[in-house]
C-alpha cells in the first residue's frame, strides 16, 4: 500500500513549556517525524519557548539530544534531523511576566497558520491566553492547543473553559485527549460507519456487553504524590476511558464533521447513568518483591486515592439497555495492554455439544501495545472425531495487515498536523469536558463521604478479586490481560 502524505499549509508554530518533558519526548519527536516524511512545508516554523535563558543553538542543542533519544531512527537521519532544527528558534518567555511577548509577535507572519501548544501546566492556559490576545499575537484565525488535565472537577473545568474562551472562541480551543490520535480509535469509527456489516449488529439486541481495558505494568513510582491529588478516576475514566465509551456507543454521526461526531459523543455522556456504588471496584497495589505499595510511592500510608478502578455503567438510550459498559484502568497489571471488547451474545439455540471454556464471539479492538483488531469465532475444529466446536480468531495486526503504511505514527503528530488543518474532529469539545466532568463529580463525591477504602490488589496480577466479581455476578468475565 503506497503511503499518502497531504501536505499542510505553512504554519507558525509556538510551544509554551518547550524543554519540558512532553514537549521533548512526544510533541518535538512528532513533528519531526512528519517533516521526515514530508508533510511540512518548507516554510513552517517552530518556536519554543520557557524560562530558561538560552539561545537558538543552545534550545536546538537540547532537542537535537531530545530527538536522538526519543526520535525513532533520528540517529540514522543527521541530515534531516539538521534540516530540520533549522526550523526551530527560541525565545524566553516568562509567562507570568512581560518579558518575551514583543519578540514572539515581531517572528509571527500575517500569512501563516498561527498554533499556540500549551504545553505547561493548567494554572497557566488562562494567563497565556489572555497576553496572546492582549499582545496582538493571537488572530481570530489561530488555534490554542492544550493538553489534560483539563480540571479536576466541574467546577474547576468550567473555570478552565471561561479563562480560555475569555481570549478564544471555542472553535479555536484544541483539547488534547491523546488517545483519539491513535490509529485503532479512528479506525473504530471506519469500522462502524464505513461498513454495512456491524450496524445491524451494534446494539443491545446483539451484544451482550463491552468491556474496555487501559491496564498499565507500571506503578506511580517517582510521580507518586503528584498522581495521588488525582488518582484513576480524574487521571484516566473521565478522559480516556469515556473517549473510548462514547465512540463504541454514539450514534451514526450525519456528517464526519468535527461538531456532528461531538454532538454524538455529548450524546452518549448525558445518557449516562449514576453508577451504583456496589457497581464500582477501587483499588491500590500492594507490594510485590519489595518493590513498594501504592501507599509507598505516593508517600502517604493512608492515601484513600485509587490507582485501580473497574466499573459498570449503563448507558441509557434504546441502543444499549441491557447490554452493560464495563470499565477497568489501573497500575502495576500483568500487562500494558489498551483494548475494546465487543462480546456478542450466544446463539439462541445451540445444536452442537457445548463447548468446554466457549466465550462466543467478540470483536476486540486492541490499541496498545500492537493495533489490531481480532474477530473471536466458532469454527469446528479441524479432524476427524465427530462435531467437536474450536475458537480461532480473524486477526488483523495493523503492522502485518498494512505493512509501512501503519508504520507508527504517534498519536501526537497526527493531532497536532489535524491542529493546522483547523480540523477539530478528533479534539474534545469544552461542553463534552464539562458533561464528563458532571457525571464523574458525583462518583468521587461519594467516596469521599462514605469514606470506603481502596481494596488492595497483588502487583502484577488483573487487579482486585472484587473487579472478577463485578463481572461474574452478571454471569460474565473479563477477557484476560494479555502478557
Ligand atoms: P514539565 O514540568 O516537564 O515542563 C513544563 C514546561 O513549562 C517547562 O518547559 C517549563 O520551563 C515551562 N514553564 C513552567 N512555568 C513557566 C512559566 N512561568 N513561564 C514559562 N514557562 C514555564 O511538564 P510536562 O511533563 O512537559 O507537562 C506539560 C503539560 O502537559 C502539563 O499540563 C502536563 O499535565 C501535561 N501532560 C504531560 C504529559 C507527559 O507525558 N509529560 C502527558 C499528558 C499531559
Redesign the pocket.
Known amino acids: 500500500m503506497v503511503s499518502r502524505v497531504i501536505p499542510v499549509d505553512p504554519f507558525d508554530l509556538i510551544i509554551?513549556?518547550?524543554?519540558?518533558?512532553?514537549?521533548r519526548?512526544?510533541i518535538l519527536p512528532g513533528l519531526f517525524h512528519r517533516f521526515t516524511v514530508g508533510q511540512m512545508p518548507e516554510e513552517a516554523r517552530i518556536v519554543g519557548?520557557?524560562?530558561?535563558e538560552m539561545d537558538n543553538d543552545a534550545f536546538r542543542g537540547v532537542i537535537r539530544d531530545s530527538l536522538l533519544e526519543f526520535a525513532p531512527r533520528a540517529a540514522e537521519q543527521t541530515g534531516l534531523l539538521e534540516r530540520f532544527l533549522e526550523k526551530l528558534s527560541y525565545v524566553c518567555?516568562?509567562?507570568?511576566g512581560d518579558q518575551g511577548w514583543g519578540d514572539l509577535a515581531g517572528f509571527m507572519r500575517p500569512d501563516a497558520v498561527r498554533a499556540f501548544y500549551l504545553?505547561?501546566?493548567?494554572s497557566?492556559f488562562g494567563e497565556i491566553a489572555a497576553r496572546l490576545n492582549e499582545n496582538g499575537i493571537a488572530t481570530p484565525d489561530s488555534r490554542i492547543v492544550v493538553?489534560?488535565?483539563f480540571g479536576h472537577d466541574l467546577a474547576s473545568a468550567r473555570a478552565l473553559n471561561a479563562s480560555l474562551r475569555q481570549s478564544f472562541d471555542e472553535h479555536q480551543i484544541y483539547r488534547i485527549d491523546?488517545y483519539l490520535g491513535k490509529e485503532t480509535v479512528q479506525n473504530l469509527m471506519a469500522l462502524r460507519f464505513a461498513n454495512s456489516l456491524w450496524e445491524p449488529l451494534w446494539n443491545s439486541t446483539h451484544i451482550d456487553h463491552v468491556q474496555i481495558t487501559v491496564a498499565e505494568s507500571l506503578g506511580v513510582e517517582g510521580r507518586g504524590e503528584y498522581y495521588d491529588r488525582s488518582g484513576a478516576m480524574r487521571d484516566m475514566v473521565q478522559n480516556h476511558l469515556m473517549q473510548l465509551l462514547c465512540l463504541t456507543a454514539m450514534e451514526p454521526p450525519s456528517r464526519f464533521q468535527p461538531n456532528a461526531v461531538r454532538d454524538e459523543k455529548v450524546k452518549v455522556i448525558e445518557a449516562l447513568e449514576p453508577v451504583a456504588p456496589s457497581d464500582i471496584v477501587r483499588g491500590q497495589y500492594r507490594d510485590r518483591n519489595g518493590e513498594g505499595s501504592y501507599r509507598d510511592h505516593a508517600g502517604d500510608p493512608n492515601s484513600q486515592t485509587e490507582c485501580f478502578v473497574a466499573m459498570k455503567v449503563n448507558v441509557g438510550n434504546w441502543r444499549w439497555a441491557g447490554t452493560p459498559f464495563y470499565l477497568r484502568t489501573g497500575k502495576k497489571l500483568r500487562a500494558r495492554t489498551s483494548e475494546i471488547v465487543v462480546v456478542f451474545r450466544d446463539p439462541p439455540h445451540m445444536i452442537f455439544p457445548k463447548m468446554e471454556k466457549h466465550r462466543g464471539n467478540a470483536l476486540i479492538i486492541r490499541l496498545q501495545p500492537d493495533e489490531g483488531i481480532t474477530l473471536r469465532t466458532t469454527i469446528k475444529e479441524p479432524g476427524p472425531g465427530g462435531m467437536r466446536l474450536a475458537e480461532v480468531s480473524l486477526d488483523m495486526t495493523f503492522a502485518d495487515a498494512l505493512g509501512s503504511h501503519a508504520e507508527a505514527q504517534d498519536a501526537y503528530e497526527r493531532l497536532i498536523m489535524d491542529v493546522i488543518r483547523g480540523d477539530q474532529t478528533l479534539f474534545m469539545r469544552g461542553d463534552e469536558v464539562e458533561s464528563a466532568w458532571a457525571w464523574i463529580d458525583p462518583i468521587i463525591k461519594g467516596w469521599e463521604e462514605s469514606e470506603t477504602a481502596p481494596v488492595s490488589y497483588d502487583a502484577g496480577g488483573s487487579g482486585p478479586d472484587d473487579a472478577l466479581m463485578l463481572l461474574h455476578r452478571g454471569g460474565r468475565r473479563w477477557r484476560e490481560i494479555e502478557v
Open positions: 509554551f513549556g518547550a524543554t519540558g518533558d512532553l514537549a519526548r512526544k519557548t520557557a524560562r530558561s518567555v516568562d509567562v507570568k504545553s505547561v501546566s493548567p497557566l493538553e489534560k488535565p491523546h
